[in-house]
């Protein structure tokens, strides 16, 4: 049966339980819980944790995630940890001889995300870090999530396999910017900029000779004009170069005096 604990400032967003089996080290169940709740997911549940509960090793290592742990229900085992779930996961990296569904983290967080927003129950379980889980644990699976690593060195570390499934999860449910660039203090330039630019440059590079010969100063314009296009031109880059230019022509100016 589990300890009762009150679940009121737990996120209302709907998502999986993380379920940890048997877990040794305070450390290791704190660092699962700083790695949930990176990704927004505060449902911890721990089923025979070796040194009891609460652990202080685990509240130390929590650090800034502590609510997952005063909040996480324990249980005596697997079975009542997911008795009330609708559909399970178990992370394993080794085959066990059960007939199941493998699936990448990314493939089981996608059927995650459809399952817990048709309003069933989801719980992903993670096994003790000596040896993972026994079959009796994964038995009570409806599908294995097996994280493509090193064939010949494919332990992973129990809070590393909870960050990477919570990173995938995170990528199912919230919207990912994947490439962005930082505006310090400025905007992209406006093709006018840009054009004004253009005309400076060609401007200047034509009264110093160097669109020769003219039967080819079409098409060297047309590839100056080309390159810049190509640029991705802030408007302090369009002042600058005007700047730089300026100055050039300034420097062979007073060189001619």
Known sequence: MPVPKAQQSA??????????????MGENIGASARAMWNFGLDRMRIAAPRDGWPNPNAVAMASGAG????????YDSTADAVADCTYVFATTARPRGLTKPVMSPEAAMELAAQKVAAGEKVAVMFGPERAGMENDDIARANAIISVPVNP?????????????VGYEWQRQVAQI???????IKTDW?????I???TEHYEDRLD???FFYPEQKADGMKQNLRNLWSRMPLTKADVQTLHGVL???????ERGDE
């Open 152 to 164: 010949d060195f494919a332990s992973l570390n129990l809070a590393q396999c909870v960050l990477l």
């Open 67 to 74: 609510r997952l742990l005063d909040e996480a229900l324990v």
């Open 177 to 183: 910017e994947h490439s962005r660039v930082e505006m």
């Open 11 to 24: 996120s209302p967003h709907p998502q999986p339980s993380f379920v940890l089996i048997r877990p040794q």
């Open 195 to 197: 054009e004004k630019l």
């Open 207 to 209: 009264q110093a000779g």
């Open 189 to 193: 330039a406006e093709q006018i900029e």
């Open 246 to 252: 300026r100055q050039m022509v300034r420097w062979k």
